[in-house]
């Protein structure tokens, strides 16, 4: 299927919008499966109602609203035109920006499968949907790194996927998931650092990813003392540790596309 400007805002609406459809028909179903152990790791108290954790739930929709404003900007740029000669991928193909807003938008209902049910399956949805997002960006770093083609991106986005998919599930459990995204994170920073060194010829404003980072390392400092037991855990409080956690990653999402969206490459000095 040949991509048009509008699905860059139509196609993580609907993964988005059928997702939550799911998520409310199981609810009310009475969320069958069994309670797991990772949904009481953040603090909030399981309510009686359908959504058993609110706070932690709602504030997911901070993901879907971040990854629908990604699809609707580019869609505008599309629709412009887009660029005919830039090399970024955001720019001059719909395909990158249109993953991107998918993956950032599920990351809403993934998330709150876990905090609106607390169950082992909703825990294991949570995980994937931070997988889908945190492959993106690795495999687009290492794609601007090594100037990979749209092919060997998706080859190598599938791949990585599959691995880390296969260790949460099948080495480290369900509780694995953790240090798994945490290594992805890191390997992430590490392409970013080899084409700030080994790329001169790429040029973005890093203002952006910065701001990315810091949102990231803020909400991972109050994510970790918000935790059950923690000094900043109170069960039974509508403000909730884990629920900024979320607020401010969707704003991070929002900070690396424009990171994305602003690198261009430069001509060479050389004589």
């Known amino acids: 299927m040949q991509l048009r400007p509008h699905h860059c805002i139509t196609v993580p609406a ?3 919008g059928v997702s939550y459809l799911l998520l409310a028909a199981v609810g009310l179903a009475g969320w069958p499966g ?3 152990s990772s949904g009481m790791m953040f603090c909030e108290a399981s309510s009686s109602g359908i959504i058993k ?5 709602w504030s997911n929709l901070g993901f879907t609203f971040a990854g629908l404003w990604v699809g609707f900007a580019a869609w505008q740029h599309f629709a412009r035109g887009g660029d ?3 090399t970024n991928r955001f720019r001059n193909r719909i395909f990158y920006p249109t993953l991107y807003a998918t993956v950032a938008a599920f990351v809403g ?5 876990l905090h609106a049910s607390t169950t082992t399956w909703g825990g294991m949805i949570d995980l994937m949907s931070m997988f889908f997002w945190a492959v993106f960006a690795l495999v687009y770093g290492l794609t601007r790194a090594f100037e990979l083609d749209d092919v060997r991106f998706k080859v190598t ?3 990585v996927l599959a691995v880390v998919t296969a260790l949460y599930l099948g080495v480290s459990g369900v509780g694995g998931g953790t240090p798994i995204f945490g290594v992805l994170v890191v390997l992430y920073a590490i392409s970013e650092a080899w084409i700030f060194f080994r790329r001169p010829d790429l040029t973005a404003d890093r203002r952006f990813l910065l701001g990315g980072v810091a949102l990231f390392l803020i909400a991972f400092s109050i994510w970790l003392p918000s935790r059950t037991g923690g000094p900043l855990c109170d069960p ?4 909730q540790g884990h629920a900024i956690w979320h607020l401010l990653n969707a704003a991070a999402m929002v900070a690396f596309f424009l990171f994305y969206d602003s690198e261009r490459r430069v001509a060479s000095t050389a004589a």
């Open 236 to 239: 039974h409080s509508l403000l």
């Open 109 to 113: 209902p993934g998330s709150m499968a």
């Open 53 to 57: 954790q609110p706070a932690n739930s």
């Open 84 to 86: 005919r000669v830039e």
């Open 14 to 16: 609907v993964i988005a």
């Open 157 to 159: 986005y599938l791949l």
């Open 34 to 36: 069994e309670v797991g």
